[in-house]
């Protein structure tokens, strides 16, 4: 088993960053494909982003691009996603997935191609 745990979600003004930090335990991070999901009211959970089990390969929606960038510690065995340039519709719930399995090259798989996940951290974006 699993298990994610996310924290670095608050309240932050348009323009502003965060890091967003997913800790796993009962495996290691660089042997399972992750990424991060968001839900805002309303609306579909979408994948932000993901990268691959090597790490080679990451994947980012067309509107966090140049914005976010996801990244891993091998060794304190965590997930991160830097989010800078924040905007209104970057409020969200932010979530951390993991599999065992790579869904291909374009790291692109929905929720239903991953089989654990995180509770959950806010963000909240302020004008």
């Known amino acids: 088993q699993v298990q994610l745990v996310e924290s670095g979600g608050g309240w932050v003004q348009a323009g502003g960053s965060l890091r967003l930090s997913c800790a796993a335990s009962?495996?290691?991070?660089?042997?399972?494909?992750m990424g991060w999901f968001r839900q805002a009211p309303g609306k579909e959970r979408e994948l932000v982003a993901a990268?691959?089990?090597?790490?080679?390969?990451?994947y980012y929606v067309d509107s966090v691009k140049g914005r976010f960038t996801i990244s891993r510690d091998n060794f304190k065995n965590t997930l991160y996603l830097q989010m800078n340039s924040l905007k209104l519709e970057d409020t969200a719930v932010y979530s951390c997935?993991?599999?065992?399995?790579?869904?291909?090259?374009?790291?692109?798989?929905?929720?239903?191609?991953?089989?654990?996940w995180g509770q959950g951290t806010q963000v909240t974006l302020s004008s």
């Open positions: 990268i691959s089990r090597s790490g080679t390969n990451t």
């Open positions: 009962g495996r290691t991070v660089s042997m399972l494909r």
């Open positions: 997935a993991a599999d065992a399995w790579d869904v291909g090259p374009a790291v692109n798989g929905g929720p239903q191609s991953y089989r654990y």
